[in-house]
C-alpha cells in the first residue's frame, strides 16, 4: 500500500494511468458497455461504480486544457439526460475547474471509444453511464 491513493485505485489501473500521456483518453465504462470485445487494453474495476472511480482517477489525472473537450458523455437521445450525468458534473467541479464536457450522439460515442488508450470496466448499472476523459499534462 502507498500513502494518498485513493482505494478504487488498484494497481493494474496505476499502472494504466502511468502509462498514459498527454491527449490520451479513457473510458470508464458501465455495465453494459461491451468492453472486451473491442481489442482494446481492459483494466476490470467490477463492484465499483463510476462516481467513485471518477473522484478517484481526478485525484490523479489532469485533464486536457487544450481541447475543446475533455470529459464526453454518450447522448441518451431524450431530453430528459441521465440523472448520474448530474452525480459527474458534482465531481467535476469538486476535483476540476478545467473540465469541458461535450455529448456526442451513441455511434459517434462508440466510434470515439474504440480510439482510447484504455477502458475500465466498471459494475455501473446506470444506463448512459460510460464517460471518456482526455489526460493533460501535470
Do not use: C, Q
Not at 498527454?22 to 458501465?30: N, P
Not at 450522439?105 to 484504455?118: I, L, Q
Amino acid at each position: 500500500m502507498l500513502k494518498r491513493i485513493p482505494s478504487a485505485i488498484s494497481p493494474e489501473l496505476m499502472y494504466m494511468l502511468m502509462k498514459m500521456g498527454h491527449g490520451d483518453e479513457i473510458l470508464l465504462a458501465d455495465g453494459n458497455y461491451p468492453t472486451e470485445s473491442k481489442g482494446i487494453s481492459v483494466v476490470r474495476a467490477d463492484g465499483l461504480g463510476i462516481p467513485r472511480l471518477l473522484e478517484a482517477i481526478l485525484d490523479l489525472l489532469p485533464l486536457d486544457t487544450f481541447v475543446e473537450e475533455n470529459v464526453i458523455f454518450m447522448d441518451n437521445g431524450k431530453e430528459e439526460k441521465p440523472n448520474i450525468w448530474k452525480d459527474y458534473e458534482r465531481i467535476l467541479k469538486e476535483k476540476t475547474k478545467d473540465s469541458k464536457i461535450a455529448v456526442i450522439e451513441r455511434y459517434e460515442y462508440y466510434k470515439r471509444a474504440n480510439n482510447v488508450f484504455f477502458i475500465i470496466a466498471t459494475g455501473e448499472r446506470a444506463l448512459y453511464a460510460s464517460v471518456i476523459l482526455k489526460k493533460g499534462v501535470v
